[in-house]
């Protein structure tokens, strides 16, 4: 009998658990999406719980839509094997031709043309280029612009179209692929079109603003939700799960609601915006105020979906599921909401804060396309700095870049290349390539020779590899990705420099723990000059610095690529004319991949005496070189360097002990 009844309550309990199972399991999995969707052939939305709601109608059908006929996608079977020659762009890469436009243009279509034009895909030859963009205008409503001459039937061109109305079917697309804002998934074709963000018309054209999340977690005076509206505002609506603030047909209190206008962000943990078209735009200003997309029954492709893993920043809810949508979102844990807004920081700062960065992610994905196998992996994509900045003809793995050590738990191995640049006339550096040359660390040394004076016939005996390289009398040539370098390390030297082999020895250690980081000995430090109305540096010796001379420091042979292949050419040829700026142009490139400072290390008092002043009179820089700073900020977009007061010094460096218990001696002479 006693049998009898602990089986009964056994079942009664199991069958309890079970029941309670089923009804968390599905808020949960609304909350949270699943793997991302850039190969799954289907457009959004992408419904997580079709199994769950039987007496529903199936996704695509919901009341709303019904009356409308489905529509084909434009351009029939057009897929990128068949409509794409990619054979043009085996040599030379990815090389963009910009059909002339005829008329006149809007101010953000002349952003458009203008990064374009300064990126590292551009051609003015129409030979030469492997993609041909045509640039789709405002025309009256019910006319397309007319496509160009050299249309070879749409085939390698790339339409771009930024206008929320669509084109009428007179306008064939025929085999070219589109670009559009927030294009529809009915006219989306996976894989072959590229789905952009709806911009403002005021959005600029570099830099752009940052991401305005300054409170991680929830803050308990920040409201859960808030609600795009049509008008181009948002509603911040209280957090009684017994409301659904965007149902109108709801019969419960709302709560206490506040309205802010179109241009003001929510601060909100979670932003709901309903799956209409015109709501694109909202989008933005939630991935940029950090508050949570959670798109309701989303109509629209979101934008770079092929290669941004979306389940990492935003939602995908059931509009028709309000009271459960809401449930899920009070339970999410806060540690996925943390992942969730630092990862809209990340894609907003990465992909979407500038015209030029949304053009150059275009063809930065076509250019994947071409690539294949040797195009970028998805943790380049969905990881800081992001694709835009891991270039794939440096490497593919991740393990090669210097961004990646901390996430992945390691730190680089092996020894570094001292390269040695020598520009004015003088004396071989024949002492310091002896310092250089008794670290254990050492494996190379490159003497770059860029003076009119011919090097020597011999050089001093070394334990290591000495080889000479002739340079082409550039300032810039210095961070020349040069093929004789064979090892992640660089020490960087000026011939004048002076170093001791402990201080090498001591800056290589702290390097390896911060790879991504310039390690530097002498600092600058940067300012907001209020007199002048502009930025101003100064080489005085002080606590604060937010640059690093490169006449003596580490940093990793990937950013000679950066500096070479991924800067405009204006600012390239800015540091040649003007020595001093190529310092700070370096700082500046390391600094906006990072956003983080470099890093001092004790630099004996010994050598300052041994490094000329940068001009006749004293330590500070030139005044008609000043001006460059202002130029690299202007080129940036934005003021990318950051100040620090942190300077690693090796244990026991200054306590009174003896010399002898301590491993970096000569930092302790004077």
């Not at 979306?310 to 449930?327: C, G, M, N, S, Y």
């Not at 460059?628 to 244990?651: E, H, K, T, W």
Request: glycine letters at 6%.
């Amino acid at each position: 009998m006693q049998s009898w009844r602990g089986k009964s309550l056994w079942l009664a309990l199991s069958a309890s658990w079970l029941l309670v199972l089923l009804r968390v399991f599905p808020l949960l999995r609304l909350a949270v999406p699943a793997r991302p969707w850039a190969s799954a052939p289907q457009g959004w939305p992408r419904w997580l719980d079709t199994e769950l709601l039987p007496s529903f109608s199936q996704p695509g059908e919901l009341p709303e839509d019904a009356p409308q006929p489905p529509q084909a996608p434009r351009g029939g079977g057009c897929d990128w094997g068949a409509c794409f020659d990619a054979s043009k762009c085996r040599t030379g890469g990815l090389k963009v031709f910009v059909h002339p436009v005829a008329g006149p243009i809007s101010a953000s279509h002349r952003k458009i043309l203008a990064s374009i034009e300064s990126s590292r895909y551009h051609t003015a030859s129409p030979e030469e280029a492997c993609l041909l963009l045509f640039l789709s205008l405002e025309v009256p409503a019910g006319e397309c612009s007319p496509v160009p001459q050299q249309w070879n039937g749409g085939r390698n061109h790339l339409v771009l179209d930024l206008h929320p109305a669509p084109c009428p079917q007179t306008f064939q697309l025929e085999r070219a692929m589109v670009a559009k804002a927030s294009p529809t998934v009915d006219t989306f074709r996976p894989g072959f079109d590229v789905a952009l963000p709806l911009l403002p018309e005021a959005h600029p054209l570099r830099g752009g603003a940052p991401g305005q999340l300054r409170q991680h977690s929830p803050h308990p005076g920040v409201p859960l939700l808030a609600l795009a509206e049509e008008r181009g505002g948002w509603r911040t609506a209280g957090t009684d799960p017994s409301t659904c603030p965007w149902d109108g047909r709801c019969e419960q209190d709302r709560g206490p609601e506040q309205t802010h206008p179109g241009g003001t962000l929510p601060n909100a943990t979670f932003c709901l915006i309903p799956g209409h078209r015109p709501d694109a735009l909202h989008f933005l200003q939630a991935l940029q105020a950090g508050c949570i997309p959670v798109l309701l029954s989303p109509r629209w492709e979101l934008p770079f979906s092929e290669v941004i893993d979306w389940t990492k920043a935003a939602i995908v809810a059931d509009e028709r599921l309000p009271f459960q949508v809401l449930a899920a979102l009070q339970e999410m844990p806060l540690t996925r909401v943390l992942a969730l807004r630092q990862q809209t920081q990340f894609l907003w700062d990465a992909y979407f804060s500038s015209v030029e960065k949304v053009m150059h992610t275009t063809l930065e994905i076509i250019q994947d396309r071409i690539f294949g196998a040797s195009a970028h992996a998805s943790l380049l994509w969905n990881s800081p700095p992001g694709a835009l900045l891991a270039l794939p003809t440096f490497s593919t793995s991740p393990s090669d870049f210097p961004f990646y050590h901390l996430q992945r738990g390691s730190r680089p191995v092996g020894r570094f290349s001292a390269l040695i640049w020598v520009g004015a006339p003088g004396q071989p550096p024949l002492k310091l390539i002896q310092a250089v040359a008794g670290s254990q660390n050492c494996a190379q040394i490159l003497v770059l020779w860029s003076s009119e004076k011919p090097p020597p016939s011999r050089w001093p005996e070394t334990a290591v590899p000495l080889t000479v390289m002739d340079g082409q009398r550039k300032v810039s040539d210095r961070f020349f990705p040069h093929r004789a370098i064979s090892t992640d390390a660089i020490l960087s030297l000026d011939a004048h420099s002076s170093v001791t082999t402990s201080e090498v020895d001591f800056a290589f250690l702290v390097w390896q723990s911060f790879p991504e980081r310039m390690v530097g000995f002498l600092t600058w430090n940067h300012f907001w000059d209020e007199a002048q109305g502009g930025w101003g540096y100064t080489a005085e010796r002080a606590n604060e610095f937010s640059m690093v001379l490169t006449s003596a420091a580490f940093y990793h042979r990937y950013y000679h690529t950066l500096f070479t292949h991924s800067l405009p050419k204006a600012l390239r040829t800015l540091a040649d004319e003007t020595p001093t700026c190529v310092d700070i142009l370096m700082n500046f490139l390391v600094a906006a991949v990072t956003k983080l400072p470099p890093i001092k290390v004790p630099y004996g008092k010994q050598h300052f005496e041994a490094t000329p002043p940068l001009v006749p009179g004293g330590p500070e820089p030139q005044p008609t070189a000043r001006d460059c700073i202002n130029q690299m900020a202007a080129g940036f977009g934005y003021m990318p360097l950051v100040s620090s007061r942190l300077r690693l010094d090796p244990v026991l460096f200054k306590d009174p002990v003896s010399v002898l218990r301590k491993k970096y001696r000569s930092l302790e002479k004077p």
